[in-house]
């Protein structure tokens, strides 16, 4: 029996918002449970440690963050070489670069990667742990470890970057090239599981981050003094966070889901002024909607983000396209970037969250260019030059 994909996106939402692992939307492996289902976790096994072998990542790149199974310890990290057009493999086939260089598993949850000149920094959300890797290798330089639940790395100075968590309450301040925790910021308010932290953008000293599980907030960071010194109230959920040319805020909310303690509301697409912090455009999706992964062009001029289909839009439109980017062709477009240099769009397709994913390259004018097969929940990107 087919179930429909909005259902089980709902499920998913509802069975294991409580999981934290993955970002917004959770392993269907274990979301089928609560439909009375099974599938093979094909692929889902722990695998130990191997003899390291020695690659070049060549070209300009683009690295690629499987998030695997949660508690499965499978999260792999691929690399597309963007100069020709190929994915870096291995004699047998396989594409996680991570696992070939050093000859250890990636860990649980690949939530995210950044790359600050010769390193990549690869954040393992469910591991609590930070690797640091050679851009043109893969090879471990550096771990960082005493994490809680990390999510994403904000960089303010090669020797100073913020490290937002799911359930720490606090942002973790750590020395890139030591590889050491410096300290933290308190954003416990007291409440229940607030404030977890998730995506940054800068605007002059202060850092905004939003607060995505059971929370409607973006925090504002003094990045001079390390404290927290305001928030903006948005709609339930806020997934992502980006600021354009104009010095404009972007995030997009899920809504919640039914039945949630936190409430159910209808998704919408905010923009804020990082100067005023005031709340300057809302767009208001349908209920049923799941909106998500807001991200930019190289210009920062032109908005993209999930909501089934692909959509994008003129960061000075007063309303979404009634056409999308690329349509919804029953498809679980999980992941979405955009080349800052080409304005060629990626978009990951999780499948059905057991076996290994799919990345869809596209043209600026949707052409499909590239078609790649990469590991298990594709989930976020980080491109290298």
Known sequence: ???PLLLIRRILRTCFTEAGACRI??????????????????????????????????????????EGNFTYGNA???????????????????????????G???????????????????IINNSGVIFAIDRRTAKITGTIRGLTSPRYMHFLSDTKAYVTDLYARAITIVNPESCQITGRIDVNNGYGRQHPTEQMVQYKNFVFTNCWSYDNKILVIDSDTDSVVDSIEVGIQPTSLVIDKYDKIWTITDGGYKGSPYGHEEPCLYRIDAETRQIEKRIVFDL???????????????????????????????????????????TIYYGLTVDPK??????????????????????????PLDTLRVGITPGAFCFAE
């Open 1 to 3: 029996m087919r179930i």
């Open 25 to 66: 939307r959770k392993p269907a492996s274990a979301a089928l449970l609560c439909l009375g289902l099974s599938l093979p976790l094909a692929g889902c096994m722990e695998y130990g440690p191997v003899e390291p072998i020695d690659i070049t990542l060549p070209g300009r790149g683009l690295f690629i963050s499987n």
């Open 76 to 102: 792999s990290l691929s690399y597309y070489d963007i100069t020709h057009s190929a994915l870096v493999t291995n004699e047998d086939g396989s594409n996680d670069i991570f696992y070939s260089a050093n």
């Open 104 to 122: 250890i598993p990636l860990g649980d949850v690949a939530q995210s990667a950044i790359v600050r000149g010769n390193t990549v920094y690869v």
């Open 288 to 330: 049923n909607d799941a909106p998500s992964e807001v991200c930019l062009n190289g210009t920062r001029d032109t908005l993209y983000f999930i909501n089934e289909a692909v959509w994008r839009m003129d960061v000075r439109a007063d309303a979404v396209p009634r056409e999308p980017f690329l349509k919804y062709n029953n």
């Open 342 to 367: 080409t304005s060629e769009v990626y978009v990951a397709d999780a499948i059905d969250y057991v076996q290994n994913g799919v990345v869809y390259r596209f043209s600026p004018q949707a052409v």
